[in-house]
């Protein structure tokens, strides 16, 4: 198990260099990890725009005069025509970027949804967790959640979680047909005790308190092994997600990272959750995750 984020970055040298193509906005901290992970011997960065014409002694730099989205839309066709193996944007994030994605099956896995996977060491025990969906999906249904927790137990397992354990959270425990997240995550749960997310435990619904505290849990009545064990956070919605992320960043020394999930490649971006110097993890995680690719 990948225990610490100085695990990760020990580990995700890949067999052979991944060449990476690099697009979107000229960002400091992100061409200095690319150069990083360069050195380290992680990738061939490949540049395709005009912010890595000052890197042309390090990189090949593809349609160096061309705007963002043009630039944007060429880098994905070498992405698409098997001229990188990785892609790594930039930014700016937005709705028009995630739907240029899509538009390729050789980019987005068969029958899945995108999704965004935040990494972090819990402060009070070190513990690896994750937290979805943190940047994309709104206001994600039944089905949607069901592909948000199918990716997220695929980076667990990548991170070496072997049996993930995941709380379906909501306002309250138990399940009120007023709120319609509480039945989402009951039917998840019990979608898991069909096994049908494997041998992943979906425990909900969850409210916060319980889902961190095994004897919260135990006082409300409910028994399982997921809560204060908690490996996978999902969220009933990106609100929720979001400001818990900023509260988590803020209230005290806890790096975070993430990583893109979904994809039939590794896309490796930055959520605006993360700080700047989160670069080099998340491209240790896109590596990482998408290994068998």
Request: with cysteine.
């Amino acid at each position: 198990m990948h225990a610490s984020f100085q695990g990760i970055i020990e580990s995700a040298r890949p067999k052979e260099r991944r060449r990476v193509v690099i697009s979107g906005k000229r960002n400091s901290a992100a061409l200095a990890a690319v150069l990083t992970a360069q050195d380290k011997g992680w990738i061939d960065p490949v540049g395709c725009n005009g912010a890595s014409l000052k890197l042309r002694d390090k990189m090949d730099v593809y349609c160096a005069d061309s705007d963002i989205w043009h630039a944007r839309e060429d880098a994905l066709r070498v992405l698409d025509e098997g001229e990188a193996e990785a892609l790594l944007d930039m930014g700016p994030l937005d709705e028009r970027f995630f739907s240029l994605l899509i538009k390729s099956d050789t980019r987005i896995k068969k029958n899945h949804l995108l999704s965004y996977v935040t990494v972090f060491t819990a402060p009070k025990n070190d513990r690896m967790t994750l937290f979805t969906d943190t940047l994309i999906n709104s206001a994600p249904g039944l089905k949607e959640k069901a592909k948000i927790i199918e990716n997220a137990i695929h980076v667990a397992k990548a991170l070496g979680i072997a049996r993930p354990n995941v709380a379906a959270l909501s306002a309250l425990e138990l399940v009120n047909p007023s709120i319609p997240s509480t039945l989402d995550a009951a039917i998840l749960s019990k979608m898991s005790q069909r096994r049908q997310f494997q041998d992943a435990i979906v425990e909900g619904p969850l409210g916060m308190d319980n889902a961190e505290s095994g004897l919260a849990a135990q006082h409300k009545g409910i028994r399982s092994p997921v809560p204060g064990n908690v490996d996978v956070y999902l969220f009933p919605d990106l609100e929720s997600a979001s400001l818990t992320t900023q509260f988590l960043a803020f209230l005290g020394p806890c790096r975070l990272g993430g990583v893109l999930a979904g994809t039939r490649v590794p896309i490796i971006i930055r959520s605006p959750l993360e700080p700047l110097d989160s670069w080099l993890l998340n491209i240790a995680l896109g590596l990482i995750v998408n290994k068998e690719i």
